[in-house]
């Protein structure tokens, strides 16, 4: 299917597709800065998203037809200069990034108007370009240095755009304070792991990495280097235990921005791990096959469970789908950690499917908050009464989360317990069946809350509302998202089939 | 598209009809929806040429068999049809759509998970059985309902976690996803018994029942007591045939319940008791697997749905006018409900088994299969259980309702509707006990030999009801009858919803406190420290107080010390 996207683009655009993904939305990001007001600046925006989305899908296209892309910038020759890479595991990111930016720009908005001072808009939307720019080139880059540059450029902007809740709620300040300080020791750990690499090895280039380290692989430099490196990516994917920053950063942000993060931030951060373990370090040294078990699996699993326990004593909606997050998280952990090509595939596409749960779940809490100003999970009383529509998308979203049939959500857990059964992980399978109950107690709240509270009534009358169209639209792209690849899951199953047989192959090398 | 429509499953046009209806904004269509779909239905039903597997499509590897109609399958699926019929008439005058959309639901679920022939099918239908069965017990909209609906719900998706986790294991291991009879020794077999087990109420497990069921709304009642357990009669009768432990389980169930229903106030929490006894004689008959054992299961599932819900309507028709079901509160309502209390007579007729009504040839048959086969202390039971329905559902309920004590209540008849549902399921409950033969045509194997209506049989039957009615008669007049007093009875859900709860509880607080001695064993070492090296980093104690971001840089190199501490160990 993919296949047939291969050349809709002239070819001058098509070769530099990869790079222009990433270069049209940063350069976009200062013209949207200068722009009067909020509405320009979210029309550049849509305008940089929306390229990267058509260049994302030729892309793709490409990497289905000719496996690696590998695109030298500036015509260096790639183990000097910097190259970009993509495979079928990475353009599986870039495709998630880039398509739900765009959605998460269609839907912005309203909201960002309701809730950003008028004379910041215009920033906000450059902030935004920064930071998916910057996701962008982190699933695209084939350069570990450079890795690091776009993590940062990501990251700080992402810092900006949560602290902007503040107009909303102070308590963004301290929740970006607090994501600032962690995503800088993370950031840190990751770039002294790359130093270690590049003191074993003397490369940058990721490819060049793989090729030489299997010659060094019992040096404690290239251990150290490990240790350091799945440290700080995993608090970029809020691995447990490392994932306190989110909770805060996810509750206290505007509420575009916490649909834009939850969707597609912690992916990146967990693709990045995904490519460092399967294809840079050798797979097959000691310390990772040690590594899948002891930290991956056993983080997963505790992360799983002790996070979905956190979300069900929560009080504020979007904490508690924070704290599912963590838990989600969890489940694509223990898909890395089971090491298998069938684990691998299943982190992928819970990883896919997470992306269309949670953007959906959380564009619907914005919408609510956008039109009653909804936090607290007591708020969301009897909305199936006022907002019908919404709150069916919501609902749609919520039961794929605990993976009842008829959602994607069930094929996630379907290959992920499979997966652990097939490398005979009992406890895994049963841990994952655990938290998938403790995930129904959470969501019965909220869903509880919505269907069988109590109507709000004002002046004797039940309140009636509707959510803007360019914010519904994606809430029920996404909402259907949930239920049509419920049944015909190929091709999210391809994506992620393919994903992991490139990380399996070692794309890179 | 030929073969397709051939063979559609009678669970597609409830189904959509359901899905109608949850969007239907008008009251009379959503009603007409609910009478049409089972007519659609049963047309479907009718229209299926022979036996055979249809409806197969496959989808991400697997193979769907969406409706498989066998001699088996097929009784089920016309008994669901028919109690769809009789509930959509008798619901025909609740203005509630969620209530509404959750019975058609319901009840193409169930239908749907008859027809399955594999192991997918059944699990995804299973659950949709549960999850929107659920909304039938929240329709009695109250803080009790509601809580038992969750419990309701957590249970029956155990139920279906269990189920798809037996079947992914029994799959592997016979490597087929195919529905057959199910080696209970082969891995995962234990695990589906469960989730049957679960789902029929066994006992231990079956506390969900008289839990949700009596407090849902009037209407709810009557759908739910049709489908749940008796699928998961079918899957057993499928599944575990002849297993001989359910004999014993099938026995125990029909006995332990009926001196709860005999001392139980709420009279629809006696009929959820009453059905537990009765599914147990299903069970056994199961548990024997012979042609008559079999027969005898299906033709009293048969039977059983249309009187169980005949009885659980009439109590539904007392609720909606009275506004309550509590034998403290009844009494005397045959002067103002003369018509709901005949129907009431003649399904506790054919739940006691008198002779001419249906379950006396229903319930022959499971009682013959069982002395067959020499299992002497099962009979024995069998046939004091049997004594035991007359007592709490035969006698009790009317006499409760309708008679004993004037308690004052004149009330109007019930609405018209609800007659017509009770006169058909009254008029079925007779007719299938006089003309036999139509239902004994419907059984999975042939019964030309079979005749329930000769002397011993009678004899005996005739013997053991009024040996039981003297027993009542006597007890009632000597005032040694166990008062009927508002009360609850435990039960061993006990163990869960309150022994549970409070261990959870306990469990919360005392990992409360552990944490507040943390915490003092933190300042106290803090305090022997010495404040001195907080001062200095933050001479506002800002630093002190904002934990977090330093906690996380802690737990950041710890971490990191573990990882780094694994790779150097590998």
């Known amino acids: ?509 | 598209m030929i073969d397709l429509m051939s063979g559609l499953s009678p669970a597609w046009p409830v189904l959509i009809a359901g899905v109608l209806c949850a969007v239907m904004p008008w009251h009379y269509a959503r009603k007409a929806l609910m009478i049409l779909a089972p007519l659609a239905a049963g047309l479907f039903w009718f229209l299926t040429p022979q036996t055979g597997v249809f409806g197969v499509f496959e989808a991400a590897g697997f193979t769907f068999e969406t409706f498989r109609f066998d001699p088996l399958s097929r009784i089920w699926g016309l008994v669901f049809v028919l109690a769809a019929f009789l509930n959509g008439l008798y619901a025909l005058h609740e203005r509630d759509r969620m209530s509404d959309t959750a019975a058609l639901l319901y009840t193409g679920a169930g239908l749907g998970a008859v027809f399955a022939g594999d192991f997918l099918t059944l699990f995804f239908f299973w659950e949709l059985t549960a999850i929107t069965s659920v909304f039938l017990v929240w329709a009695g909209r109250n803080p009790a309902a509601f809580r038992a609906g969750h419990r309701y719900l957590a249970i029956h998706v155990l139920s279906g976690v269990l189920l798809l986790t037996g079947a992914v294991l029994y799959a592997n291991h016979s490597g087929s996803w195919q529905f057959n009879a199910v080696d209970v020794n082969a891995p995962g077999g234990l695990l589906i018994l469960l989730a049957f087990g679960i789902k029929a109420a066994f006992p231990l497990l079956h506390n969900w029942l008289q839990d949700a069921y009596p407090k849902s709304t009037a209407v709810g009642a009557v759908v739910l007591s049709a489908f749940t357990t008796k699928l998961a009669i079918y899957a057993l009768a499928r599944g575990f045939a002849g297993l001989e432990p359910l004999i014993w389980i099938g026995a125990i169930m029909t006995a332990f319940p009926v001196f709860y229903a005999v001392i139980e106030n709420d009279l629809r929490k006696v009929l959820a008791y009453s059905l537990n006894n009765q599914l147990g004689f299903m069970v056994a008959g199961i548990g024997v697997g012979t042609a008559l054992g079999l027969n005898g299961a299906a033709a009293h599932a048969f039977v059983h749905i249309i009187y169980k819900g005949l009885l659980f309507m009439t109590m539904g028709a007392v609720l909606h006018r009275v506004g309550s079901t509590k034998a403290t509160d009844l009494g005397g309502l045959y002067k103002s409900m003369p018509l709901t209390a005949f129907f009431c007579l003649i399904g506790a007729g054919a739940i006691s088994a008198f002779p001419l009504f249906s379950g006396f040839v229903a319930k022959a048959l499971t009682i013959s299969a069982v002395a067959q086969s020499g299992q002497t202390i099962p009979f024995i039971i069998l046939v004091f259980a049997s004594a035991g329905v007359l007592e709490h559902s035969g006698i009790k309920i009317p006499y409760f309702a309708f008679f004993a004590h004037d308690a004052k209540k004149r009330v109007k008849e019930a609405p018209a509707n609800m007659l017509l549902a009770m006169g058909l399921a009254a008029f079925l409950c007779i007719y299938l006990g006089v003309n036999y033969g139509a239902l004994y045509a419907l059984l999975p194997f042939s019964m030309e030999a079979y005749q329930p209506y000769s002397i011993d049989h009678i004899v005996g039957q005739m013997q053991l009801l009024l040996a039981a009615l003297f027993a009542f008669t006597f007890l009632v007049r000597f005032k040694l009858y166990p008062a009927e007093i508002p009360g609850v009875n435990l039960d061993t859900d006990w163990f869960y919803r309150k022994a549970g709860n409070d261990f959870v509880r306990w469990s919360w607080k005392m990992f409360d406190r552990m944490m507040g001695a943390l915490g003092h064993v933190r300042a106290r070492i803090r305090a022997r420290l010495g404040d001195r090296l907080f001062n200095v980093f933050s001479p506002a104690g800002a630093l002190s107080r904002d934990v977090p971001s330093g906690l996380l840089a802690i737990w950041t190199s710890v971490l990191l010390g573990i990882v780094l501490l694994i790779a150097y160990l590998a």
């Open chain 1, 1 to 509: 299917m993919i296949e047939a996207l291969t050349s809709f683009l002239p070819p001058i655009l098509a070769d530099h597709a990869v790079v222009l993904a990433v270069v049209i939305p940063l350069s976009l990001a200062p013209v949207a800065a200068i722009m009067p007001n909020g509405r320009l600046g979210w029309l550049v925006a849509l305008l940089g998203t929306l390229a990267a989305a058509i260049l994302t899908l030729s892309v793709a296209g490409d990497v289905a037809q000719n496996g690696i892309i590998s695109y030298a910038l500036g015509d260096w020759a790639p183990p000097h200069g910097i190259e970009f890479r993509v495979d079928a595991l990475n353009a599986a990111v870039l495709i998630l990034v880039s398509a739900l930016g765009l959605l998460g720009v269609v839907y912005a908005l309203p909201s960002v108007a309701d809730e950003i001072a008028r004379d910041k808009q215009s920033l906000f939307y450059s902030a935004f370009l920064v930071c998916f720019a910057g996701l962008m080139g982190v699933a695209s880059t084939g350069d570990a240095f450079n890795m690091f540059v776009f993590l940062e450029i990501s990251s700080i902007s992402t810092y900006t755009l949560v602290g902007m809740g503040a107009g909303n709620d102070r308590r963004a300040l301290t929740a970006a304070y607090n994501y600032l300080i962690l995503g800088t020791i993370g950031a840190t750990f990751f770039v002294i792991g790359v130093g270690f690499l590049y003191m074993a090895t003397g490369t940058l280039n990721m490819a060049d990495i793989a090729e030489r380290l299997p010659a060094v692989q019992d040096s404690r430099v290239v251990q150290a280097a490990f240790a350091f490196i799945i440290v700080g990516l995993g608090l970029k994917a809020a691995m447990f235990p490392l994932h306190l920053w989110l909770p805060n950063a996810y509750a206290f942000a505007p509420n575009f921005v916490t649909v834009f993060l939850a969707s597609t931030a912690t992916k990146v951060a967990f693709y990045t791990l995904i490519r460092f373990v399967f294809d840079i370090f050798p797979s097959d040294a000691p310390f990772v096959q040690v590594s899948f078990l002891w930290v991956f699996a056993v983080l997963g699993v505790i992360g799983m469970i002790a996070g979905s326990i956190q979300a069900i004593f929560q009080n504020d909606a979007r904490r508690l789908l924070a704290f599912s997050s963590v838990a989600q998280v969890g489940y694509m952990m223990l898909g890395l950690g089971i090491g298998t090509m069938a684990g691998i595939s299943a982190g992928v596409l819970h990883l896919l499917n997470h992306a269309m749960m949670k953007g959906a779940l959380f564009m619907a809490l914005g919408i609510f908050a956008l039109r009653f100003g909804v936090r607290q999970i007591s708020d969301l009383s009897g909305l199936a009464r006022t907002m019908p529509a919404t709150s069916v998308a919501f609902t749609v979203g919520a039961l794929s989360l605990v993976g009842v049939p008829m959602t994607v959500g069930f094929w996630s857990k379907w290959y992920l317990v499979g997966a652990a059964l097939d490398a005979g992980w009992w406890w895994a399978a049963a841990a994952v069946i655990i938290s998938s109950l403790l995930a129904l107690a959470y969501v019965a709240r909220l869903l509880a809350a919505i269907w069988v509270g109590k109507v709000p009534v004002h002046r004797g009358e039940e309140i009636r509302s509707r959510a803007p169209l360019t914010m519904a639209v994606p809430l029920w792209i996404l909402a259907a998202a949930n239920v049509v690849f419920f049944f015909d899951l190929s091709p999210v199953l391809e994506l992620a089939r393919a994903a992991a047989e490139a990380a399996f192959a070692g794309g890179i090398r």
